[in-house]
């Protein structure tokens, strides 16, 4: 079965600054999705950023992107100029290529300081 | 607005009891998946119908059972309630299982069991 470990539970970064999420998972697949989800106080879950496992460039999305390293199965999440708005939790998530069910790790709590 | 409707959004109960509840899936979507988070906690898959077709179970109790009816809308039963099934209940959609898309998820059901 996949897992997907997010070894830091909690995390704080200034305002302004960047912050790297970490996330590492398991599979035996070659060809998979994975994806960063943000829960902020309201617990709605918002689809962060995505990469395709075939794809080799690191996916963006604003001051939001991603460092996929597909050999050591590790998906970091990085945001630059961090803002306030960006408290929440955030789900790393693994999907295989059937689809037929979604991993998601336990999060990490990330505190934007003003 | 990420298109997929969850009903009620808050439900309180007692232990013992049955409750049911609803997901309309985005316009489109066929694949519906079932998750509870805890507090504090982590997503926890329960299942996933396809079309009408159950594709995958997760860490669903024999209490619990859910289905998907001809206009896609799903249902989760919970039945005999406890007080640890006092969570958040989040459906998500996504078009189609072998697709590159993410889920979308709804706003959630809080339940609370008294």
């Known amino acids: 079965a996949q897992t997907v470990t997010q070894s830091q539970p909690e995390m704080s970064v200034q305002e302004a600054e960047t912050v790297t999420l970490s996330c590492t998972y398991d599979?035996?697949?070659?060809?998979?999705?994975l994806f960063w989800y943000k829960q902020p106080p309201s617990r709605q879950m918002i689809l962060v950023i995505r990469?395709?496992?075939?794809?080799?460039q690191n996916a963006t999305e604003n001051r939001f992107s991603v460092n996929f390293q597909k050999a050591a199965k590790s998906f970091s999440l990085k945001i630059s100029d961090s803002q306030l708005g960006d408290t929440a939790m955030y789900f790393c998530a693994f999907r295989s290529n059937t689809g037929n069910q979604f991993y998601f790790g336990t999060g990490t709590s990330l505190t934007v300081i003003p | 607005d990420s298109g997929v409707t969850q009903t009620p959004k808050h439900l309180i109960t007692a232990t013992g009891q049955r409750v049911t509840l609803r997901c309309s899936p985005r316009?489109?979507?066929?694949?519906v998946y079932w998750y509870q988070q805890s507090l504090d906690q982590g997503l926890q898959f329960l299942i996933h119908y396809y079309n009408g077709e159950e594709r995958a179970k997760g860490n669903i109790l024999e209490r619990f059972s859910a289905q998907q009816f001809p206009d896609l809308h799903s249902e989760l039963n919970l039945s005999s309630l406890e007080l640890g099934d006092s969570a958040l209940y989040f459906c998500?959609?996504?078009?189609?299982?072998?697709?590159?898309?993410?889920?979308?998820f709804g706003d959630g059901t809080r339940l609370s069991i008294l």
């Open positions: 990469q395709e496992a075939y794809k080799q």
């Open positions: 316009s489109g979507d066929l694949s």
């Open positions: 998500a959609s996504s078009p189609s299982p072998g697709q590159n898309q993410p889920q979308h």
């Open positions: 599979t035996s697949e070659n060809n998979y999705y």
